[in-house]
């Protein structure tokens, strides 16, 4: 697909959705579309790719006080779909796996997925890439998975703060064995995750890597770097 | 998902829509989608299921000119989604490996792709079905796949007609080795695959089995069991 404007427009575009709107904390997102390809036609390479655009109130995937006490959250049965298939560093809408987790999660008392390969590895849920902590060391897939923004910066804060981060293949039952556990999403930033599979995770309250984390993002909100102004009216 | 309305019901607004258009060769399609969850949600058991349905004029997956020579089909070295991530018996959009899947296929010179599992046995196409026919049995993939009614018509077919069919796994080699392949369709039906990665089958033409199936497949358009007539204006 060919993205039909450029790094630089794009970023004109985002800024101006989110100044229209007048919200100061939105959730803004690009897609770009194949577009549909003439009547009669299945040529993709007819169609003529688009891009939209929209900012709308900030979405948590989970609300400021289920965060505080952190997610329950179930290692879901369905897999994610695989690389070889759909490659999951390209951010697509591919989600029925993801979906089918989220409905296995509520029926076995759960609030969110997190999915697993064909060799139950764990790789990410709804919208969201997963870590853990085991003995003051970090881990996140480095396989299967979207390389998010947030993924990013915790593997950039990790290095700034000297705690050790390593992306690997880690398994559902280091999961369930882990001492910390959290997700991460543009939607939300750093979640605790308390609850695996029904047990707790560590003492089952939110643990001081994930809160220093935690903190440590919110921070960098502030800072310049990471910040695209935006002129309202 | 809750399918928001009854068989009979369907079977109205399909039977409507075919009507309204006043098309007398339509392709017709019935859609069941989850519906979008109220603002800032992203739970799925909020979402209000909805039907959609719509005619136009008849798609063929390849022209009836194409067919009478046959398709250059390409086996494709992405692979389909797994079974245990989205199950490929509920018809879905998921379609980023079928189109990634198309794309691999005009690059190596082919018109249509045929996908694979990760075991290297194929499954399915672009939206059809595959077949493949040695020494005079046909096989027909048997897991991976949608369970089309148009494979399922050519099951029922090859029985009525006295032709043995297997549904089985069915390796990209013995593709490669059959001495006929076609595939299957509503848009378009019975369509002979005469080349597979740039060599033909067989001897390159639509094949005698290929062409009775097809032959006969038409010929039920006529027969009242599997006829809805449709009262125009």
């Known amino acids: 697909m060919k993205v039909p404007y450029g790094r630089a427009e794009i970023r004109e575009i985002l800024t101006e959705c989110v100044r229209l709107?007048?919200?100061?904390?939105?959730?803004v997102e690009v897609v770009c579309t194949r577009g549909v390809?003439?009547?009669?036609?299945r040529d993709p390479r007819e169609c003529e790719n688009r891009l939209y655009a929209f900012a709308v109130p900030f979405v948590w995937i989970a609300d400021p006080e289920k965060q505080e006490r952190g997610l329950d959250a179930v290692i879901g049965r369905v897999q994610r779909i695989q690389p070889?298939?759909?490659?999951?560093?390209?951010?697509?809408?591919?989600?029925?796996?993801?979906?089918?987790?989220?409905?296995?999660?509520?029926?076995?008392?759960?609030?969110?997925?997190?999915?697993?390969?064909?060799?139950?590895?764990?790789?990410?849920?709804?919208g969201f890439n997963v870590f853990i902590v085991k003995d003051g060391n970090i881990s996140t897939p480095s396989r299967g998975v979207l390389k998010g923004i947030t993924r990013r910066t915790i593997i950039e804060l990790a290095s700034e703060l000297g705690i050790p981060l390593e992306a690997r293949a880690v398994t559902a039952a280091e999961v369930r064995a882990a001492d910390e556990v959290f997700i991460t999403s543009t939607a939300g930033g750093i979640m605790p995750v308390t609850q695996v599979d029904g047990a707790p995770v560590g003492d089952g309250t939110p643990g001081p890597?994930?809160?220093?984390?935690?903190d440590a993002y919110w921070e960098l909100h502030r800072d310049p770097r990471y910040v695209t102004p935006v002129r309202y009216d």
């Open 209 to 214: 890597v994930t809160l220093r984390l935690r």
């Open 37 to 41: 390809p003439p009547p009669g036609s």
């Open 84 to 126: 070889e298939a759909v490659d999951p560093t390209v951010k697509n809408y591919h989600w029925l796996d993801l979906v089918a987790g989220l409905y296995e999660a509520y029926d076995r008392g759960g609030e969110t997925a997190i999915l697993t390969d064909s060799e139950d590895n764990v790789v990410e849920g709804p």
């Open 21 to 27: 709107s007048g919200l100061r904390e939105a959730y």
